[in-house]
């Protein structure tokens, strides 16, 4: 009998303002479920997808099919994969969509093949499902998504990713819009060149981002989640940015940003009591903008992918 | 009797490949010096100056005397300053020649004003003194001058210097061709734009280097030093720079590069024997490219700006 598996990958953070295309956190929830086996087809077959209507089955249009047959293209294996994916997180939400699916993906991939890949090269796995949905094989979601915490993509080529220290009062709230920003949108109007002065105010935000990590400083790592470079072009893309933001620092966050390409806006925070603060606040201001919305607060998450 | 003092201020390695503009560490020598009282004629006077023909005793035209002249319009006290300079470390030298002199003379007056200022403020004049003699207020020497070890400036507006942890056994090695760089020439030189991806390279890698000296993980730190902005354009300038730097790494460098912005080049090492080794072999090529030079090889240095 087929040894079949489920598996979860939770949705993460991205760019965390000063961090573009480098910097991630995985949230506690909302997740990606698969469910997974080893089949000797040579081939991927997705039976099913559930809560989410407009992904396709076709396994070379679908991010967990891309994942699947680039494992089965390098590695050389006869097997195939059959899947079922459940969609926890809502396509085009900013909050590692694909990214949980590719991660779920290379992971329970992993785990059916006795543990063959390191993390980092599941992180390269996932990443093609990423060029799939994005059109670009950025890490910042799947990397996070696989190592959990806080990760760095320090280089692209090669790929390395290097797990950040995370600070045991570090909350996360996540207000989700309902509208849809495709990625590969939010890449496109964002300046091909930027000045090095930005550069430079960027990199020294990141630097002390990562310096107030480690050292567990929350006011250092409040005054580094500044975005030069992404946010001044996204942000008009998102309706209520502006009011969320501005209450969610009013009511003590460390820092509030788009996660990734949005529409999702996030708010770092010291502590949950806070972070529920902050959740109400930005609830109340998006809610009297008149746009629906979901909302979620969770710690970062130690974990990234696991067997469930 | 008036208070006379004596006091000394490290040569510093700003950038460090990764860093441009924000990070900075102090050496252990050599160092600019100066003598330093209070007087009550409220002007600043520099009475002489050793070790350097070229600089002016002109208040107005001296780096010295632009920050203690900062010093007291800024504070609005009524004392002045009687100053003997003696440069150890030479103009144009790229390891913080101006910017050692700066914090000296911010560090002796905070000195004799019973420390009224506080690191940050030391700092912020002795970048009046860059501003002079670079056209430039960068902060990436004058902070590692005058707090010691490693520094980032995470944000010059308002000005927000970090001191960064440094690992045991982090040595750097130096070698100064005897030729000048100007700082004004060397800036000018750089493209004012750089590409979206050229920034994303070098601000993970600075990610990989604070997190790898957090970390105390060399081998992270090593693979972090990497200058994608600043080196290519300047090492052209530096006579023998592509030898010495490929024999310091063959020879077990963590990395090296260009120190500020140049002619001098650091190396980075793990440990004194290594260090020792890395500079021998930087020592004997650009001995073989026919160039003079001086040497230095100096453990990160704890303490910057010192009493003596």
Redesign the interface.
């Known amino acids: 009998m087929k040894k079949r598996i489920r598996v979860k990958a939770p949705a993460t953070v991205s760019n965390l303002n000063?961090?573009?295309?480098?910097?991630g956190l995985a949230l506690n929830e909302p997740c990606d479920y698969i469910e997974i086996e080893l089949t000797d087809t040579g081939v991927v077959e997705i039976e099913e997808i559930r809560g989410c209507d407009s992904l396709s089955r076709d396994p070379d249009k679908n991010v967990v099919g891309v994942v699947l047959q680039a494992i089965i293209r390098n590695t050389g294996i006869s097997s195939g994969f059959r899947v079922c994916l459940e969609k926890g997180i809502a396509p085009g939400s900013g909050i590692g969509s694909s990214g949980a699916s590719a991660a779920a993906a290379a992971f329970g991939a992993n785990e059916l093949m006795n543990g063959r890949f390191t993390q980092t090269e599941m992180v390269s796995f996932a990443m093609e499902g990423e060029k799939l949905a994005s059109g670009s094989s950025h890490a910042d979601n799947v990397a996070p998504a696989i190592f959990g915490g806080i990760t760095?993509?320090?280089?692209?080529r090669p790929l390395?990713i290097?797990r950040?220290?995370v600070p045991s009062e570090l909350y996360c709230a996540v207000i989700l819009p309902e509208t849809e920003i495709k990625t590969s949108f939010a890449r496109s109007i964002?300046?091909?060149?930027?000045?090095?002065e930005t550069?430079?105010?960027?990199?020294?935000?990141?630097?002390?981002l990562?310096?107030g990590l480690?050292?567990e400083d929350y006011d250092?790592i409040s005054?580094?989640l500044e975005d030069h470079?992404a946010e001044p072009k996204r942000a008009p893309l998102i309706p209520g940015f502006a009011g969320m933001k501005t209450v969610a620092v009013e009511q003590g966050a460390l820092g509030a940003g788009i996660s990734g390409s949005g529409p999702a806006v996030f708010a770092l925070c010291g502590g949950l009591a806070s972070a529920t603060m902050v959740l109400n606040a930005m609830e109340k201001s998006i809610r009297s903008a008149g746009v629906n919305f979901k909302s979620y607060l969770s710690p970062v998450s130690r974990t990234g992918a696991v067997t469930c």
């Open positions: 000063c961090g573009f295309d480098v910097l760095l993509v320090r280089s692209y390395d290097v950040i220290n964002l300046d091909r060149q930027i000045a090095l550069a430079v105010r960027q990199w020294g935000n990141l630097g002390g990562v310096a480690y050292l250092l005054r580094s470079v």
